[in-house]
Structures are given as structure tokens and as C-alpha cells.
T-cell receptor, first 118, second 113 residues
């Protein structure tokens, strides 16, 4: 398994500003993911972040709004830019790792960053 | 189109009673199947997963799930719930050639004394 931490754990921001969320993993991983969980909703994948390449964004998410960095195999950041109240969500990072008896892939999630935009 | 359905938005169960959460998927091939639990204010914790082999899989915290190909289902069960099982439960599906997961809408479980 993996131990994943996120900073900040929560924040309240004003509209029009930007917030950078950090994700730190205790081991080297190839694939990291960023998800959004809007209030009372399920998780929606924002993008996949692999070290050494540009992040791959899902439909409805763009780099200008959610720029991502992946400088090494244990760290990634997600920036929520020019925020509006609609960006109020929990943002979670996850990593993909081989695990279990059958050595198959599992995703482990960080604790999330709860963002409120006023 | 691929989809994951959790038909029950909210389930209330008495402590000590059994629990079953439903999950149905719509995929062209046999997917990889997962159940996650999210306690209030917490991240997601993996309960169990199915990739191949035995269709009844055991997970942590006394949970198990059964993959039924004919019904495209992967229902989660626990014989006797504890108050600490009150949480949000998510079914997720992935493909063998794609690491991305698709999540169901989630089922909120309330445990009454």
C-alpha cells in the first residue's frame, strides 16, 4: 500500500484567486491521478499525471483551469485557477500501485483537500 | 457507454444486522471491480477488489463481494454491521488496459443502535 498526504487539508478562498494543492506519496509511483468530489457527489477524474510527461485531462477539464505538475515520482500538485463557487469540492489525489497476492493494480487515495470558494 | 450504477442512495441498517450494497456495471469486457469506503471527512479506503478467479472475494473489515457475470453485478455484503461501518460506499470499475476508474454515485449507510 501507500501512504499519501495532501496539503492543505482544507481552505476557504475568494473567487478569482488560485489554490495549489500538494500530494506527497511515501514511495515512488508512476501513475498519479487527481479527482474532484463535488458536494454530495461521486468522484470524477480530472486528469492523469505521469512523471516526465504532460498530464492527460478528462473531458470537461482543461489545463488552463487545472494545471498539474509532476516533478518526480513521489510528488504532484494540482492548481485550481481563477476559482468560482462552483469549484467548491473535495480534491483527491490517488496513486496506482501493484499489490496483493495476484500482483494486480490498486489505487490508493489521499485524505483529500476540502475547498470552499466564497 | 460504460457506466456504474449503485441503485441505493441511502440504506439504514440496525447494528448487528446484515448489509448488502448493490453495484451494477455496463462494460464491453470483464472489468476490474472495486469497493471503497469513505468515512466522514476521510479519504477513500479500498475494501476489496476483483480481477479474476474466485468470484467471491474477501476484503477488510469483514466485508465480502460476489462477482456475477450473468447479472453484471458486484454486490458488497457484511453479515453483521458495526456502528463504525456508517459511511459512504463507492463501487468502482476499471478496465485491464486502462488504469482509470469510473465510480458509482455511492451509497450512504446509516447504522442505528
Amino acid at each position: 500500500s501507500a501512504v499519501i498526504s495532501q496539503k492543505p487539508s482544507r481552505d476557504i478562498c475568494q473567487r478569482g484567486t488560485s489554490l495549489t494543492i500538494q500530494c506527497q506519496v511515501d514511495s515512488q509511483v508512476t501513475m498519479m491521478f487527481w479527482y474532484r468530489q463535488q458536494p454530495g457527489q461521486s468522484l470524477t477524474l480530472i486528469a492523469t499525471a505521469n512523471q516526465g510527461s504532460e498530464a492527460t485531462y478528462e473531458s470537461g477539464f482543461v489545463i488552463d483551469k487545472f494545471p498539474i505538475s509532476r516533478p518526480n515520482l513521489t510528488f504532484s500538485t494540482l492548481t485550481v485557477s481563477n476559482m468560482s463557487p462552483e469549484d467548491s469540492s473535495i480534491y483527491l489525489c490517488s496513486v496506482e500501485m501493484l499489490a496483493g497476492e495476484k500482483n494486480t493494480y490498486e489505487q490508493y487515495f489521499g485524505p483529500g483537500t476540502r475547498l470552499t470558494v466564497t | 457507454a460504460q457506466s456504474v450504477t449503485q441503485p441505493d442512495i441511502h440504506i439504514t441498517v440496525s447494528e448487528g444486522a446484515s448489509l448488502e450494497l448493490r453495484c451494477n456495471y455496463s462494460y464491453g469486457a470483464t472489468p476490474y471491480l472495486f469497493w471503497y469506503v469513505q468515512s466522514p471527512g476521510q479519504g477513500l479506503q479500498l475494501l476489496l477488489k476483483y480481477f479474476s478467479g474466485d468470484t467471491l472475494v474477501q476484503g477488510i473489515k469483514g466485508f465480502e463481494a460476489e462477482f456475477k457475470r450473468s447479472q453484471s453485478s458486484f454486490n458488497l455484503r457484511k453479515p453483521s454491521v458495526h456502528w463504525s461501518d456508517a459511511a459512504e460506499y463507492f463501487c468502482a470499475v476499471g478496465l485491464s488496459n486502462d488504469y482509470k476508474l469510473s465510480f458509482g454515485a455511492g451509497t450512504t449507510v446509516t447504522v442505528r443502535a
